[in-house]
């Protein structure tokens, strides 16, 4: 069982950056593939960035050039450095791990409102 727990959200105007983290439970992080979701309201999550055990990178078209995922296995944490928000970004973020299985933290909220 892996356990997930997200920090860092809260609200910003347009144009603003905030950073989340994720810090995961587990001897073998550095062997999880990590990623980061986003559920809007009234919409299906969705994948937005995620990061292999080797540290390979991947992100979904509409943040490409404003966010960052990266990880520290040292500290068991996966990041989200998020730059440029827009009010379209607004939505719970959730982190993501699979290790055999797929395992989610809580959620942690992001308002991008003027």
């Known amino acids: 069982q892996v356990q997930l727990v997200e920090s860092g959200g809260g609200s910003v105007q347009p144009g603003g950056s905030l950073r989340l983290s994720c810090v995961a439970s587990?001897?073998?992080?550095?062997?999880?593939?990590m990623g980061w979701y986003r559920e809007a309201p009234g919409k299906q999550r969705e994948l937005v960035a995620t990061i292999s055990s080797g540290g390979y990178t991947n992100y979904v078209d509409s943040v490409k050039g404003r966010f960052t995922i990266s990880r520290d296995n040292v500290k068991n944490t996966v990041y989200l450095q998020m730059n440029s928000l827009k009010p379209e970004d607004t939505a719970v973020y959730y982190c993501?791990?699979?290790?055999?299985?797929?395992?989610w933290g809580q959620g942690t909220q992001v308002t991008v409102s003027s």
């Open positions: 587990g001897s073998i992080f550095s062997s999880y593939f």
């Open positions: 993501n791990a699979r290790y055999f299985d797929f395992y």
